[in-house]
């Protein structure tokens, strides 16, 4: 179920889109005040001071609290606007050492698997939830994890989630996925050892509401961000404005497009940089992806990586000018 809002927004176009993203976040915390079956009434004392705002009750634009339902990937709606898939051939940018980007790497046939898996798992015990901070703020993004719980209160520390939930194991396929992206990427770049992924972190979020402050992927154990371990991020569906940069300062951080089907590298000597998501764009989805899994308004990101290193495993730290070749036997140990 979605919620559609109707407002006009007048003036140039920059400044409707100023105008429509000041709104989205300035009621991130709608009070309803009256529903019926299809409309609800909310009110929203913090922006527009007591102004009623009328809506059309029908949930895909839900970016609130307050479901009971599981959040659910799959929202069946027309589909109004949205791009077709570029014809265009992989290709691949370098972003820094041990950072790449492969555009256009997973075929239309992989990202409907990756959302199917994701939907399937998402719904279930350990399935997506709102996570919190310290401060009680909600993230702006629905969230789940495979192969190992990590949240940003406790961490990887805890095994089971407050609500007692496991996180589902982490699929083959998202592991094969991982391990082929890297090899591909090790032809175009030095240092970029190969990973095992051992954890995928699956974030949602809704157009122009979801974000991720910049922040660093530093939970892992020591040995597999001493080592470098890559981080592979895939991107599916809208298409979203991601900041990186070698601190947190807004002023120095780069940004680049990630759209449907891209795969971001991190690792080497780019494992820690800052990262995050400033906005994803509504209505960018690939229109034969929603055709082909209903998915619902907004960017689907499935992030894997390596807590635990060979070295963590085997109870001893190698560091050896062969560590690569290393790297690469030891994946395929896992791969047999
Ligand atoms: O959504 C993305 O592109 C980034 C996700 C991310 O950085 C994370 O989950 O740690
Ligand atoms: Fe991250």
């Not at 089971?160 to 890297?182: C, H, M, N, V």
């Not at 122009?208 to 080592?227: A, K, P, W």
């Not at 900041?243 to 780019?270: P, W």
């Not at 992806?289 to 990101?301: A, K, S």
């Amino acid at each position: 179920m979605s919620t559609f809002i109707f407002i006009i927004f007048a003036g140039a176009p920059h400044q409707r889109r100023l105008c429509r993203n000041w709104w989205f976040n300035a009621h991130r915390n709608w009070v309803r005040v009256l529903t019926s079956r299809n409309w609800w009434f909310a009110l929203t004392p913090d922006a527009f001071h007591g102004a009623l705002i009328l809506g059309i009750s029908k949930r895909c634009y839900t970016i609130a609290g307050g479901e009971t339902q599981p959040f659910s990937l799959i929202c069946p709606r027309p589909i109004i606007k949205s791009t077709s898939m570029k014809k265009l051939p992989i290709s691949y940018e370098i972003l820094g050492s041990g950072m790449i980007l492969l555009k256009r790497y997973i075929s239309l046939r992989d990202q409907v698997d990756i959302v199917n898996i994701s939907q399937t798992w998402g719904v279930g015990p350990g399935g997506f939830y709102e996570p919190s901070h310290q401060s009680g703020a909600k993230l702006r993004l629905q969230m789940m994890c495979f192969g190992r719980n990590w949240d940003p209160i406790t961490k990887y520390k805890k095994r089971f989630r407050s609500d007692g939930s496991e996180p589902p194991p982490l699929p083959s396929e998202l592991i094969s996925l991982a391990k082929t992206t890297i090899q591909d990427a090790q032809a175009h770049m030095d240092r970029l050892p190969s990973m095992q992924p051992d954890i995928c972190i699956v974030n949602f979020y809704s157009p122009v509401y979801g974000r991720l402050g910049l922040h660093q992927d530093r939970d892992e154990s020591s040995n597999s961000l001493q080592r470098g371990l890559p981080v592979v991020s895939v991107s599916i569906g809208d298409s979203a404005e991601f900041l990186y940069g070698k601190s947190r300062d807004k002023m120095k951080v780069n940004s680049v497009l990630l759209e449907s089907g891209d795969v971001l590298i991190f690792g080497g000597k780019s494992r820690l940089i800052y990262h995050g998501v400033k906005q994803v764009f509504p209505d960018t989805a690939p229109v034969q992806l929603l055709q082909e899994t209903m998915l619902r308004p907004g960017r689907l990101n499935l992030t894997d990586g390596a807590h635990f290193s060979r070295s963590d495993i085997l109870g001893f730290s190698i560091s050896h000018p062969l560590d690569h070749v290393y790297d690469i036997c030891w994946s395929s140990c896992f791969s047999l």
